[in-house]
């Protein structure tokens, strides 16, 4: 690894094994087994996969349900070992995979921000530093003495986000998290993040928010099925093509096809505005038209307001 190298992911497969154990209990299985005909399945979540990640970079990683991204982070946090491959991280990890799990509900906040800050590693004299801080950015500054229980999931998760990002980690793992509480508290979770990463921070996101994903990540990662469709620090092209694939259900096979694909959505958007704007131009004619004996400065501001905001708030600046 190099000395900018935080996390370095070769060659990384996960298997799974499942079998009827459980249903059929110890003297069944023993039976089975001695006759040849107990059965497991084996299921790669994750199958040769390989990035690496320096400081400061933040990965996005995109894919539809059953990918095997939350699996990859997993391997990543050390909650996982790779059944092939290797896994090298350096650094703390502070990791948001579940965002309320560690928790007690018969504590309160207070000390449920304690024991999260113990699992994550933190002394309480640093967490007694960090406190205040904590509850100011999760907003239970009221809530501090009740018992976990008795809040709300979106404040027990802007708890969680808050002690994860307010403490000193060198990588943060976000899972699919930065969309709890309101759109107040989002928008506040996205500013902590990008200044979090400017310090130096490592950061991976799971989302499937593609505009989150272009807005945050410099570097991105696909997976489909455990397979990596691509790693690219063109979060842009990766993003158009992986758009392109939700329309039409194409999966491209190599460097060539997601490019044609990011071309083919990047059009596809084209025609979209187009055939908007035209239609509400369209639309302005008509009632203008139908409206000619009124005032008709009157209406065209009017329907600028409906339609065309941001050309309305352009002239009158």
């Excluded at 499942?18 to 790669?44: A, M, N, P, Q």
């Excluded at 990918?67 to 790779?82: E, H, N, W």
């Excluded at 933190?122 to 967490?127: E, N, P, R, S, V």
């Excluded at 409206?291 to 400065?297: E, K, L, M, R, T």
């Amino acid at each position: 690894m190099s000395e900018n190298c935080v996390i370095k992911c070769s060659n990384v497969s996960i298997r799974y094994i499942t079998g009827d154990f459980k249903s059929i209990g110890l003297k069944e299985y023993i039976v089975r087994r001695l006759s040849g005909k107990y059965r497991v399945c084996e299921f790669w979540a994750d199958k040769d996969v390989t990035f690496e990640l320096n400081r400061g970079d933040m990965l996005g990683i995109i894919g539809t349900n059953g990918a095997g991204k939350s699996t990859l982070l997993k391997a990543v946090s050390g909650i996982m070992v790779p059944t092939l491959g290797k896994m090298r991280v350096t650094g703390k990890i502070a990791a948001l995979l579940e965002l309320t799990s560690g928790f007690d509900g018969d504590l309160t906040v207070k000390e449920n921000t304690f024991l999260r800050g113990a699992m994550l590693g933190y002394t309480k004299k640093f967490m007694c530093e960090m406190y205040d801080s904590i509850i100011a950015f999760a907003e239970l500054g009221e809530f501090q003495d009740r018992p976990f229980k008795q809040l709300s999931s979106g404040m027990k998760s802007r708890l969680a986000f808050a002690i994860a990002c307010l403490v000193n980690p060198d990588i943060l793992i976000l899972d699919e998290v930065l969309s709890v509480g309101d759109g107040a508290f989002r928008r506040k979770s996205h500013d902590k993040m990008n200044e979090i990463l400017a310090k130096g921070i490592t950061g991976i996101l799971v989302s499937h928010s593609i505009p989150q994903v272009r807005e945050m990540c410099n570097k991105i990662l696909w997976l489909d099925h455990g397979r990596q469709i691509v790693f690219s620090d063109d979060v842009e092209t990766a993003c158009d093509a992986y758009e392109m694939f939700l329309n039409n259900k194409k999966l491209p096979e190599n460097e060539a096809e997601i490019k044609s694909a990011a071309a083919s959505f990047r059009a596809l958007s084209r025609q979209k505005a187009e055939s908007a704007s035209a239609k509400k131009h369209a639309e302005a004619k008509k009632l203008l038209a139908e409206n000619v004996d009124g005032d008709v400065v009157k209406l065209a501001i009017d329907i600028l307001k409906k339609h065309r905001p941001e050309s309305l708030a352009e002239e009158l600046r």
